[in-house]
């Protein structure tokens, strides 16, 4: 069984940072792409950031010069490094994963969230 755990999220004022960590743990061989979505109230879920596993990232316009995305494969743990946060990214964040585990077979996991909530 492999699970991803979401982590970082809170209250912060706008222009604020936070950062979040998204923990894979269980029976992993390894792992390709990890994504950051996130879904505010009435809308749907969006893409926040990708990154390989070789590293190649990709954001969406509405994060990009101020989101950095990066990861830690020793730990099966990536991050979302969130800078000048604005209300607009009040959302709850998920993270998901392309993972292989080690008895080969290929999974698509979701983690179940963390709130982030930008306001004075």
């Known amino acids: 069984q492999v699970q991803l755990v979401e982590s970082g999220g809170g209250l912060v004022q706008p222009g604020g940072s936070l950062r979040l960590s998204c923990a894979a743990s269980?029976?992993?061989?390894?792992?390709?792409?990890i994504t950051w979505y996130r879904q505010a109230p009435g809308k749907e879920r969006e893409l926040v950031a990708t990154?390989?596993?070789?590293?190649?990232?990709k954001y969406a316009d509405s994060v990009k010069g101020r989101f950095t995305i990066s990861r830690a494969n020793a730990v099966n743990t990536a991050y979302l490094q969130m800078n000048s946060l604005k209300p607009e990214d009040t959302a709850v964040y998920y993270c998901?994963?392309?993972?292989?585990?080690?008895?080969?077979?290929?999974?698509?996991?979701w983690g179940k969230g963390t709130l982030v909530t930008v306001s004075p």
């Open positions: 269980g029976s992993i061989f390894s792992i390709n792409a």
């Open positions: 998901n994963a392309n993972v292989i585990t080690t008895n080969s077979y290929a999974i698509h996991i």
């Open positions: 990154i390989a596993s070789g590293g190649s990232t």
